[in-house]
């Protein structure tokens, strides 16, 4: 788990928590605050899950790449 994952973790949790003050308090602004936190911080758990994945086969590219370059193939 990587620092954007958590922050939008957090996110989330924020926007649970204000999801529910606006539902207690009968207050329609806040509740759908909190529906909006929510939803940024599963957009940024996302994003950072895919961005993690890129870095993955970004790397993988390299290697395989490089290999290439060098006149090294994998063993079939």
Do not use: E, F
């Not at 788990?1 to 308090?25: E, T």
């Not at 009968?26 to 605050?33: D, E, L, M, P």
């Not at 994003?47 to 006149?71: T, Y």
């Amino acid at each position: 788990m990587n620092c954007d994952q958590i922050a939008g973790n957090l996110k989330q949790l924020k926007g649970h928590v204000l999801q529910h003050y606006g539902r207690i308090c009968n207050n329609a602004i806040a509740a759908a605050s909190g529906r909006k936190a929510q939803l940024l911080g599963r957009i940024q758990n996302l994003r950072a899950a895919s961005r993690q994945q890129l870095k993955i086969d970004l790397r993988r590219w390299g290697r395989m790449n490089n290999n290439l370059q060098h006149g090294i193939t994998r063993p079939s």
